[in-house]
């Protein structure tokens, strides 16, 4: 590493984008954000229920909009949206030069769909194409969770030429449901003689979450066999589905709609902050190098990942074998990797319509807060 270089140059030119997993009113009227795009080699942002509570928690950003919504009559509900998207659409026109200057590959800005639609493929394809319309901006996208119900929702939303980011992924071959969704979307929108450049997706792969799962597992069962094996599930899972992700989009099909101007849909690192303190804070950053993929990290894992991460070329693409040897591994200790990864959704979606509550909690306060001091 020469002196002019830094932990994330040296993984942005590995073929790793780097995204926030953050984003608030304050970080974008203060130029927070627009610093770290330029200090911080940071192309992207992600957003969840829980990100928005947080944000909505705390600070003065969002008191004149409360008011306003306030005093308009605006139910709870619709002044979330009205919150959320004004952010998403802030956002989106700060990485708009990314957006440009990569063809579209990156400056993205994600915004989810209630979590209480999970289940629901028809609500689900609804607020996608409400939300991609109030943002109206290219570089949106649209998460989508990859439940069963959801597949269908996202090549519905595919095919009707909106931007997706695929989350909540746990298994491999929910993956590969997930890959194939994308494509059958793809598909569609080239009968329907949408333009196939301008659609872009990414697949968003949990990982720390699975060795949380897997670990806590392990050491219930507490042989010494089984506590050799903690902390090696999450990296080995998602290096196991970039293998699936260059076969996929290795194959005929996919090689057909590519030449057609499609795009592959890229493998999202999500959950990249590590819960275990006693392992190192950039595990997740360092172990999962390959080209073409996004790292969407929490600030915390971004500043140590600048501080100290030693960045390999490629960690992943001549990793299969071992980590296959890992999932072996945890199989014949009597670990369910179809249990965890259940166990795992059923949990992310649970987790995230907590977080809806309490933002919709916290923006009812804060209405209820305005309209009183109106009164007053």
């Known amino acids: 590493m020469t002196e002019t270089t830094t932990p994330l140059a040296d993984l942005s030119a590995a073929g790793v984008s780097i995204w926030l997993d953050d984003l608030s009113r304050d970080r974008i009227v203060s130029g927070g954000l627009q610093q770290l795009i330029d200090n911080s080699n940071v192309v992207g942002v992600t957003t969840n229920p829980t990100i928005f509570a947080g944000a909505l928690a705390k600070g003065e950003a969002y008191t004149e909009q409360v008011a306003a919504l306030a005093a308009a009559g605006t139910s ?23 957006y440009d200057r990569t063809n579209g590959v990156d400056g993205r800005v994600s915004i989810e ?12 394809v609804a607020q996608a194409r ?15 969770p990859a439940t ?14 909106i931007s997706v980011n695929v989350t909540l992924i746990f298994s491999l071959e929910r993956h590969r449901q997930v890959i194939n969704a994308y494509l059958t979307g793809l598909e569609q929108a080239k009968a329907a003689g949408i333009d196939l450049s301008t659609i872009h997706s990414v697949a968003s792969f949990f990982v720390s979450r699975v060795d949380t799962e897997i670990d806590k597992r392990l050491v219930a069962l507490g042989t010494d066999a089984a506590i050799a094996l903690k902390s090696k599930a999450g990296v080995a899972n998602a290096q196991l589905a970039y293998e699936v992700f260059e076969q996929a989009f290795a194959s005929e099909r996919a ?3 590519l030449k057609a101007g499609a795009n592959r849909q890229r493998p999202l690192w999500a959950s990249t902050g590590v819960k275990d303190p006693s392992l190192p804070d950039t595990l997740y950053v360092t172990e999962l190098v390959a080209p073409a993929v996004v790292n969407t990290m929490p600030e915390k894992t971004m500043q140590a990942a600048a501080d100290h991460a030693v960045v390999p070329a490629d960690s992943i693409t001549g990793s299969y074998a071992a980590a296959n040897a890992v999932l072996d591994a945890l199989a014949a200790q009597g670990i369910s990797y179809d249990d965890v990864t259940r166990v795992l959704e059923e949990e992310g979606v649970s987790k995230f319509v907590v977080s809806w509550d309490e933002l919709l909690e916290t923006v009812a306060a804060a209405l209820s807060a305005a309209e009183t001091s109106v009164v007053r």
């Open 76 to 98: 709870v509900t619709d002044a979330v949206f009205e919150i959320t998207t004004d952010d998403v659409t802030a956002a989106s026109d700060i990485f708009r030069p990314v």
């Open 113 to 124: 769909v209630e979590p209480g639609l999970a289940r629901d493929t028809a609500g689900t």
């Open 130 to 144: 409400q939300l991609w319309a109030k943002v109206n901006r290219p570089n949106a996208m649209i998460k989508i």
């Open 148 to 161: 069963i119900e959801g597949l269908e929702a996202i090549t519905a939303t595919i095919a009707a030429g």
């Open 255 to 257: 090689r057909g709609l």
